[in-house]
């Protein structure tokens, strides 16, 4: 079972403010997900990454896979109210980190 | 189409009984996961069930918790005699065949509250 290290556990950022989430590993990653979140709610895939050094961006958020496939980090520019919620990694195994709970205030 | 459907939203139960909890999967989706969330953790698994294959039970915190899965959709997670430390949401998510990698689609959760 691959082990999953999320960080920071929490973040709170005022809104605009630019932000980076980290998830690593000991082991390498044959693809990780990215999740998020919200109150009350089953997460909802944000991306899937393979291969090493992919870069994948959807909209203000930017998702970098590491070149070793052992890390990954999600960067936020100008994070918005409704970017508050749990942000969770998964290996290919389904097993996920622990998450980073993100509160972005007005 | 329909989602994952999970019931009963919430459930609070006594100490020592029995529950039973209920998942629906997106139709044709072979792969099957419960997890736990405590309040303000992550996720943790609990069980995999992938087609006709021997579910990963690698999860289960005690012999307390099963699960089944009948005809390759429905699947229902049991815990015994429960405690108070089994409070949790429990979500269930589904996905299509094989490997992992695959996108999961999760259910609302239950919420279950043991007094």
């Known amino acids: 079972t691959q082990l999953l290290e999320q960080s920071p556990q929490f973040l709170s950022i005022q809104e605009g403010e630019n932000l980076t989430v980290y998830c690593n590993s000991s082991s390498v990653f044959s693809s990780l997900q990215w999740y998020r979140q919200e109150p009350g709610e089953g997460p909802v895939l944000l991306v899937t990454?393979?291969?090493?050094?992919e870069v994948k961006k959807l909209k203000r958020l930017t998702f970098q896979f590491g070149d070793a496939r052992k890390d990954s980090s999600l960067h936020i520019t100008a994070a918005q109210t409704g970017d508050t919620g749990l942000y969770l990694c998964a290996g290919r195994d389904m097993r996920f980190g622990a998450g980073t709970r993100l509160t972005v205030k007005p | 189409g329909a989602g994952v459907s999970q019931s009963p939203s919430n459930k609070v139960t006594e100490k020592g009984k029995d529950v039973e909890l209920r998942c629906d999967p997106i139709?044709?989706?072979?792969?099957l996961y419960w997890y736990r969330q405590s309040l303000g953790q992550g996720l943790e698994f609990l069980i995999y069930?992938?087609?006709?294959?021997?579910?990963?039970k690698s999860g289960l915190p005690s012999d307390r918790f099963s699960a089944e899965r009948t005809g390759g959709s429905v699947s229902t997670l049991t815990i015994q005699r429960t405690q108070q430390e089994d409070s949790a949401v429990y979500l269930c998510?589904?996905?299509?065949?094989?490997?992992?990698?695959?996108?999961?689609?999760f259910g609302p959760g239950t919420r279950l509250t043991v007094t």
């Open positions: 990454v393979v291969t090493g050094g």
């Open positions: 998510a589904s996905s299509l065949a094989v490997a992992g990698g695959q996108k999961q689609y």
């Open positions: 139709s044709g989706h072979t792969a």
């Open positions: 069930f992938q087609g006709n294959s021997a579910p990963d």
